[in-house]
């Protein structure tokens, strides 16, 4: 039996898409500083920001709890503003068979329209969809959104 899934989210910001992209794709690393209260950390082990093959490791908190993952810069997509990152190591793989989360950044207008999937395979069936870490990434999305509109 396969349990491979997908949950997808979309916001709106009111900041340039082209600079929400920018701190996905090659100043990551600042996610931390923008929002300290969800990510601690985000640290390179190998490779470089910005380049598809890099591994990176997120320090990050959910309902109070500690978690950590390790993943590799799958895709880079600059004509689509996209950024693919499959999960290595780390929690969600306690749950989960296989993680990817991919981030694109689409303009709209002045602002843009920020797209959140997570493909999945769950380990069993009685694994819930990952919609806690999908609500994070949202918040932390408006908590960029204020970063870049206030800089």
Not at 3 to 17: D, T, Y
Not at 100 to 123: A, D, N, R
Request: net charge negative.
């Amino acid at each position: 039996m396969v349990l491979a899934h997908m949950l997808q989210r979309e916001v709106e910001i009111k900041a340039p898409a082209e600079k929400f992209y920018e701190i996905c794709h090659t100043k990551t690393q600042h996610i931390a500083n923008i929002t300290p209260e969800k990510v601690q950390a985000v640290k390179m082990h190998e490779g470089d920001w910005g380049f598809a093959g890099s591994i990176i490791a997120w320090h990050y908190t959910i309902d109070g709890k500690e978690h950590i993952a390790k993943e590799i810069v799958e895709v880079i997509d600059d004509e689509n503003k996209l950024v693919s990152y499959k999960v290595i190591e780390g929690d969600l793989l306690n749950e989960y068979k296989r993680f990817k989360v991919i981030v694109q950044s689409v303009p709209k207008g002045q602002g843009g329209l920020i797209k959140w999937t997570m493909e999945y395979e769950k380990l069993s069936d009685d694994i819930p969809p990952p919609e806690k870490l999908m609500e994070f990434c949202l918040h932390a999305t408006k908590d960029i959104e204020e970063h870049l509109i206030n800089a």
